[in-house]
């Protein structure tokens, strides 16, 4: 496709195998792919509710020097993918025509290896990966080209749809850790986490040999029991109080996965530390060191992602698939998502 179409294009739809490109000018180009060069993916042309996304046709892919190919079968789907739908990144996402395409998590299998390639992966290997979405390369598509760093082996013994649901939430989870930075036998309060990303901190924390206490409502205790909480308190109003009744002096730590922002920051002693996702950062006090967890900073991060794999193989780290649908029914995922309750990660399959 000429370079001229992504600098002028206002807007496209895909009708079977025709593109057809509205101009500023108003004269319309078309464009007729084959198979060979077309795939299908989900994204919106408009930012709105679960209903604006779509199976779209976008153009193939072809793995560069130092990239790997994926023919993606499942992209897990994640509450940052709302935020890309529903028009919160809409001033970020204008720089590129629609469609937007969603999705940070991947799973399939390598089908094309580009030069330079040293991380061992081989066309054949089944894979996951984590993917920041830029226009249309999110990872609600059935075929993506990634950094080699971004793509490792998947775990041992799972299916794709299990696969897609590990790299984003741990990494995310694994970076709060290492940004919190506490040592064994210390203390972690965690909110949130009967979701994905506080049930990886719970599990990794505990690797890590930190002593955990976490909220959740009473039909989720006993999965934080089984995901290795040791101690629960009951969820709602008051959470900082909560943990004062069993550390006087406040914990070591605290990873907000519940957005409580604000709320939770009494919990944490003088001088600890506290990370919470979607950028907030507390005001300055009581000498706690506030940390914004953006997990783009552990993007092609290889060995971390590597060694997460390693971890669900030897059981320490668990795989929660809440349900998966086929790409035409996307939008059924997200209002699962919105709605809440989930507890696992919603996934589509291609």
Known sequence: MPKRFLSQTLTFTQRHRHLFVWRKDCSIDAY???????MR??????????????????????????????????????????????????????????????????????????????????????????????????AYREQIVLDQRAVVRAPAGTSHIEACT?????????????????ESGQTLAVTGGPGAYGGYVIQLAKADGLV????????????????????IVSRGDGFAAKIREHFPDGVDGLADGALLNELAIDAVKDGGCFTAIRGFKGEQQRDIKFTA????????????????????????????????????????????LERGGTRGRMVIAF
């Open 212 to 231: 955990v206490i976490a909220d959740c409502a009473e039909s989720d205790r006993t999965l934080l029991q089984s995901l290795g909480a040791d101690i």
């Open 41 to 138: 993916a989900v994204g919106l042309m408009v930012h709105g509710g679960p209903e604006v996304l779509q199976v779209v046709d976008v153009p193939a892919v072809e793995a560069g020097p130092g990239q790997v190919r994926i023919r993606n079968y499942a992209a897990a789907v994640n509450p940052t993918d709302v935020v890309g739908r529903n028009g919160m990144r809409a001033e970020v996402q204008k720089k590129d025509p629609p469609p937007y395409v969603p999705g940070m998590d991947a799973a399939g299998i390598v089908d094309q290896i580009g030069e330079g390639v040293t991380t061992g992966i081989k066309v054949g290997d089944r894979v996951m990966a984590m993917v920041v979405p830029d226009g249309t390369h999110g």
């Open 32 to 38: 007729i792919f084959n198979s060979e060069n077309i």
């Open 293 to 336: 967890t953006w997990v783009t900073r552990y993007d092609g991060a290889y060995e971390k992602l590597d060694l997460l794999r390693e971890q669900v193989e030897q059981g320490i780290l668990s795989l929660r698939v809440a349900d998966s649908v086929a790409a035409e029914d996307a939008s059924i995922a997200h209002e699962r």
């Open 166 to 182: 590990l790299p984003m939430n741990a990494l995310t989870a694994r970076l709060s850790l290492d940004l919190l930075g506490l």
